[in-house]
């Protein structure tokens, strides 16, 4: 005689018929449900779900009671399925109707970064990320196995309700299905589930993209070390009174310059203080040293230097005044 009393085997019309009634029970009675439907066999079609599903099955630990968990999904036995900030809460139907309760810990905020860090410039928008559609580098960082978004099994917690002594029963296994085929239709419920924001991956890239455009305006300024240079002139600071050295390379380049207003490299020079500007004044003069003026009349030939010309009357006075004498 066997301890052991075995329920006799419900087939898949049956399991359909039996979760349809306790779905419409627990609605009656006012409760929010949101269950799982499976069209055909496969779980989940799109990017997210389908690197769930995959996740899920790596991993060893979960080898074993995964298959029966398929099953369970496909017949339509998770009538109620909440997915949020590090929680899964589901109702799964059996012999009877059985809570599940799995917790997923948060994303290390050093695994976050470093997922943002090698995709940023990479994801122009969320709903690329959401839809999936981005390079095939990108996606294989995202979903990395222990450095990505998905869960490894050291950070998941399982429990059910059914009297099945292993963490990973037949029911657990349902649901975590049954998240894959959420993400089909709500990729973003996996970013909150691991506690992190889809849009930090967008401005992230944004940043990154900002900083060298503001170190290129800001090497367009011109410091005023450079334009002291530039120039050979000492420039005081402000607040402090202009330096000996820095007054003589002024006042020289005045006097080169001149009293007349010239332009140099696309500046006027200001007047030089108490000088004069002339009227009128032929452009060379002012660099041509003025020559001392000539002694008005003809020019002498033969005469020695120093002496002057004498009248014819002046020479007949003297020698009348000669003959007299």
């Given amino acids: 005689m066997s301890f052991y009393a075995w329920k006799p085997y419900l087939p898949v019309v049956t399991r359909r018929e039996q979760a349809a009634r306790k779905l419409a029970k627990m609605q009656k009675k006012g409760a929010k449900v949101s269950p799982v439907f499976i069209e055909g066999r496969t779980i989940a ?27 369970y999904v496909r017949n339509g036995s998770v009538l109620d399925l909440q997915v949020t900030k590090g929680k899964i809460i589901a109702k799964v139907s059996g012999s009877e109707l059985y809570t599940i309760k799995i917790t997923i810990t948060a994303v290390a905020v050093a695994r976050w970064k470093s997922i943002c860090s090698d995709c940023a410039g990479s994801i122009d928008s969320v709903v690329e990320l959401l839809q999936g559609s981005l390079a095939k580098g990108v996606m294989d960082r995202v979903c990395r196995q222990g450095e990505g978004l998905f869960p490894e099994p050291k950070e998941i917690k399982l429990s059910c309700s059914c009297p099945d002594w292993a963490d990973m029963c037949k029911h657990v296994a349902a649901t975590l299905y049954g998240v894959g085929a959420r993400l089909d239709k709500q990729p973003e419920l996996l970013f909150a589930l691991r506690g992190v924001d889809a849009k930090d991956m967008i401005v992230g890239a944004g940043t990154l993209l900002a900083v060298p455009k503001q170190a290129a305006a800001k090497r367009k300024v011109l410091a005023g070390d450079n334009m002291a240079a530039l120039f050979g002139l000492d420039m005081a600071v402000e607040g402090e009174a202009p330096s000996a050295a820095g007054t003589g390379a002024v006042a020289a380049a005045m006097d080169v310059i001149g ?30 040293p003025s020559m001392p003026r000539r002694a008005a009349g003809p020019k002498s030939k033969g005469r020695a230097k120093g002496t002057t010309r004498i009248s014819a009357a002046r020479k007949k006075v003297v020698r009348g005044r000669m003959a007299m004498a």
């Fill in 45 to 71: 079609s799109s990017f997210w779900g389908k690197a769930w599903c995959e996740n899920l099955e790596r991993y060893s630990d979960f080898a074993s009671r995964l298959p029966r968990g398929r099953t």
């Fill in 259 to 288: 009293s007349t207003p010239r332009q140099v490299g696309g500046c006027v020079a200001p007047k030089a203080a108490g000088r004069k500007t002339p009227e009128k004044r032929h452009p060379r003069s002012a660099l041509r």
